[in-house]
């Protein structure tokens, strides 16, 4: 005698109850679902963005390496400084002023404040704009890099100086201006100056800064300083013999503390 039927009916009878089923006094939570077109949209979007990453990454290539070694000014600001119209101005005319080539990375543009009029068009082939997205660290990181005008974030610096860039520095937020004393201290970048009496950074300021550092001879010791530094950023068992002696030293003295 076969006992699959009841083996089947006693699996059937012992199975845990079904949820009920769903009815319209059940509310149930509503799942929305992209339409074609929104799909279509994103798989668009990621494309374009794709091409001109690839695009701008070729552009770049090419441009630097029409320039001469370690004549480019490499110009980033981050992206919590809050420029205002006369700060982008004065940089902007103060860049042009000495006619070194530089590729400003100016992440946000607004209507609030522009480059100047003509200014694009005036420095065409020297200078670069890049109002977006740029892939920084393939920038320093060129031959034809001399030189980093930088807010002095704390990061920024030590990055640059990993690649022995010396640093040309305006400072806007609470910690930048002690950064850029603690490096022009160490002689491996200058500070602007701001202009008295309203404490502004002017043209004049700051083209003198970049004909300093890029192109006069009295400023080559900055880059020379510059390429020490990078040799101790660089090497990884200096860096972890000092993170270690700290280590060390904070629990040799926990119990002083």
């Known amino acids: 005698m076969s006992v699959k039927p009841k083996i089947v009916s006693e699996l059937h009878h012992s199975a845990p109850p079904s949820p009920p089923a769903a009815t319209s006094s059940q509310p149930q939570p509503l799942q929305p679902q992209p339409t074609l077109e929104a799909v279509r949209e994103g798989r668009e979007e990621e494309r374009n963005s794709r091409l001109l990453v690839c695009r701008l990454s070729l552009y770049l290539r090419e441009w630097l390496e029409s320039q001469n070694e370690g004549s480019v000014l490499y110009v980033a600001l981050g992206s919590e400084v809050s420029l205002s119209q006369k700060d982008v101005t004065e940089l902007a005319l103060g860049l042009e002023l000495p006619e070194v080539p530089f590729f400003w990375v100016l992440r946000k543009l607004s209507e609030s404040f522009q480059v100047p009029d003509g200014f694009e068009e005036r420095v065409k082939g020297r200078g670069n704009v890049w109002k977006g997205w740029a ?27 990993m690649f022995g860039h010396p640093l040309i520095m305006p400072s806007f937020l609470v ?44 400023g080559k010791m900055f880059g020379e300083k510059a390429k020490e530094m990078s040799g101790i950023f660089r090497d990884r068992e200096l860096n972890d013999g000092y993170v270690g002696n700290f280590i060390d030293y904070l629990e040799n003295n926990r119990h002083n503390c």
């Not at 890099?145 to 974030?153: D, Q, S």
């Not at 491996?188 to 300021?205: A, C, F, W």
Request: proline share 6%; aromatic share 4%.
């Open 175 to 218: 910690d930048q201006g002690l950064n850029a004393r603690v490096m022009e201290d160490r002689n491996v970048g200058i500070e602007i100056p701001r202009n008295d009496p309203d404490r502004s950074y002017t043209r004049d300021l700051v083209a003198q800064c970049v004909r300093l550092i890029m192109v006069e001879n009295e």
């Open 135 to 161: 892939p920084q660290l393939n920038i320093p990181n060129h031959e034809s890099v001399g030189g980093f005008l930088t807010h002095c974030g704390w990061s920024s610096c030590i990055e640059e100086l």
